[in-house]
């Protein structure tokens, strides 16, 4: 059974920073790449950061010079530095991945809160 896990989040004043991890665990036949997505209050799910098997990122543009998104085995992180009130959501690690007759699999982590306020 694959999991995903997130830690980090928390309460940080603005201009601050936090690192968010996230680790899988379980069998996964093959992991196409790895994202950040947040949700704050009354708005939609919208990606953050994204890194490909490759090494290949990309940010949405409100974060660009910010963030930084990396991975290692099984386990991706997000470093936020210079944070803002408007950066206040959940947090949701995904993992796309395929499977052994290359299905599209999701996976998601169940979020941590990221509240930027003074």
């Known amino acids: 059974q694959v999991q995903v896990v997130e830690s980090g989040g928390g309460l940080v004043q603005p201009g601050g920073s936090l690192r968010l991890s996230c680790r899988v665990s379980?069998?996964?036949?093959?992991?196409?790449?790895m994202d950040w997505y947040r949700q704050a209050p009354g708005k939609q799910r919208e990606l953050v950061a994204g890194i490909t098997g490759g090494g290949s990122t990309n940010y949405a543009d409100s974060v660009k010079g910010r963030f930084t998104i990396s991975n290692a085995k099984n386990t991706v992180s997000l470093q936020m530095n210079s944070l803002k009130p408007e950066d206040t959501a959940v947090y949701y690690c995904h993992i796309q991945s395929r499977g052994s007759n290359w299905e599209v699999i999701d996976y998601w982590g169940q979020g941590t809160q990221v509240t930027v306020s003074s």
């Open positions: 379980g069998t996964i036949f093959s992991i196409n790449g």
